[in-house]
């Protein structure tokens, strides 16, 4: 019967610690692995076993590659798994199935009632989360807020009184590239009680998370250009 692993996969590549070594065990089952990017996660292996298994090497050729985004993915995968084949979903950065494209691979797995088997690896909405002193009994992850400036404030506004209505932490994230635009849409925007969480090169060597008040917030200078971070927001 085709079995389904759902592998982390790093969010620094300096990160590699927080992949547990038994990963490598579920890889080597895999016959087949459905990816965002080939060629960063054969490199991705490549250091796993440097990492866990000193003096072994992956075989990277003996598995056969499909990327998730390719034309007809879904029919290959539904044919992978006619086939009894093992197969492996893999992330950009993180845990396959939680923001990220593998989730509709996932579905079809379901459905046609497939064992699927979620491994353990780093998650940068429950890693922030958990650092962020906010409420981790009631959260709500949005994803991207919207690029324009005007809709973005909306948004924020929107998830600033559902945060107080509810007593909910807000977690957001952000092109690298946009994020001290948004750093200042919600220092801008928010009112100055509520609570911010910046969450920056989680698992990396550079990581640093960090919850203020939007008021406190503003008496700082924050730049994270470039840099992968995610956000939180809880209205006090």
């Known amino acids: ?6 592998i982390p996969a790093l969010l620094q ?12 065990g579920a890889i080597q089952q895999c016959q087949v ?28 050729d003996n598995y056969e590659w499909v990327n998730l985004a390719a034309a007809g993915a879904a029919e290959q995968f539904r044919v992978h798994i006619r086939e009894n084949k093992t197969i492996g979903i ?8 939680v923001a990220d494209p593998g989730q509709a691979l996932i579905a079809i797995a379901q459905q046609l009632k497939v064992p699927v088997k979620p491994l353990t690896g780093p998650s940068s909405i429950l890693l922030a989360l958990m650092a962020s002193g906010m409420n981790g009994q009631q959260f709500r992850f949005n994803g991207y807020l919207p690029i324009d400036n ?16 509810k007593d909910c932490t807000q977690i957001f ?3 690298p590239y946009r994020n001290n635009q948004l750093i200042e ?3 801008k925007s928010c009112n100055p009680r509520t609570l911010f969480c910046i969450a920056v090169d989680l698992t990396g060597p550079g990581e640093w998370i960090r919850t203020m008040s939007v008021a406190q917030w503003q008496q700082e200078k924050t730049d994270i250009h470039k840099r ?3 956000f939180l927001l809880h209205a006090q």
């Open 1 to 6: 019967m085709a079995t389904i692993y759902l």
């Open 185 to 187: 849409a919600v220092l």
């Open 173 to 175: 994230i952000e092109t």
């Open 13 to 24: 590549e300096e990160g590699i610690q927080a992949i547990p070594p038994f990963i490598t």
């Open 90 to 97: 893999v992330s950009e950065a993180g845990c396959p199935g």
């Open 228 to 230: 992968p971070a995610i």
């Open 33 to 60: 692995f459905y990816v965002e990017n080939e060629r960063t996660t054969r490199r991705y292996f490549k250091q796993l076993w440097k990492n866990c298994l000193p003096g072994e090497d992956i075989i990277i």
């Open 150 to 165: 005007g809709q973005r404030i909306k948004t924020l506004k929107e998830l600033e009184a559902d945060s107080l209505k």
